[in-house]
């Protein structure tokens, strides 16, 4: 079974001389909104383009964050305790990488759709039971992470539309069949879909109509 985590955590805040990273790891954070302006003042916020506040206690991202982080291209909430994601995250506009893996999440946002420069989506280890159709709006999303959930099927409206994947990973879920839709999938390389509850090769998978 194929299982994706952060990189090695570092301890404390470590901030980039340009001001546009800042890492915040390890430090049992429970407000992402209080701890990042405390020590990236207010004005500089829309500045940042990478956040990574892995292997804290967040159990929400504060819509304000959203709001204030207006051009980050790098978001990495792994590691946590987050039970949602706010629809305001939408507002991330400029986001390529969002890393959410190993928390809490039982639903992705309906809204994730209009982060339409999204290439990388890492959500494993979560408790997802479902994917929003929106989610095959993300027609430049080359990987998408979603081992070790609880998924029961695929949506043929949530992947469809993924005509830059590359990299699709399932394993450890409990899909019984894989929807059609993976056939028009035509930049797909990789496919990882081990242990599930899958009794044949699927119909998208074999040759011939």
Same mark, same amino acid.
């Given at each position: 079974m194929m299982s994706f985590f952060c990189d090695a955590p570092r301890r404390g805040a470590r901030r980039t001389s340009s001001q546009t990273t800042l890492t915040l790891e390890d430090r049992n954070m429970r407000s992402l909104f209080r701890e990042v302006v405390a020590l990236?003042?207010?004005a500089k916020l829309a500045c940042l383009?990478?956040?990574r506040c892995t292997g804290n206690a967040l159990a929400r991202v504060e819509p304000e964050c959203c709001m204030a982080l207006r051009h980050l291209e790098v978001l990495c909430l792994s590691g946590n305790v987050l039970g949602c994601l706010p629809p305001e995250l939408a507002q991330l506009r400029s986001l390529t990488s969002l890393r959410v893996e190993s928390n809490r999440l039982q639903a992705l946002p309906a809204?994730? &759709?209009?982060? %339409?420069?999204? !290439?990388q989506l890492w959500a494993g280890c979560n408790q997802l039971r479902e994917l929003p159709a929106?989610? &095959?709006?993300l027609r430049?999303? !080359?990987e998408l992470c979603l081992v070790d959930n609880q998924l029961e099927s695929l &949506?043929?409206?949530?992947?469809?539309g993924l005509c830059?994947?590359?990299r699709l990973e399932l394993s450890g879920n409990r899909l019984e069949d894989l929807p059609d839709a993976l056939r028009s999938l035509e930049a797909l390389r990789s496919l990882w879909i081990d242990?599930? %509850?899958l009794s044949s090769c699927p119909r998208c998978l074999r040759d011939g109509p």
């Open positions: 990236q003042p207010e383009r990478e956040l809204q994730i &759709g209009e982060l %339409r420069r999204l !290439t929106s989610l &095959g709006s430049r999303l !080359t &949506g043929e409206d949530s992947v469809a830059s994947l590359e242990a599930n %509850r």
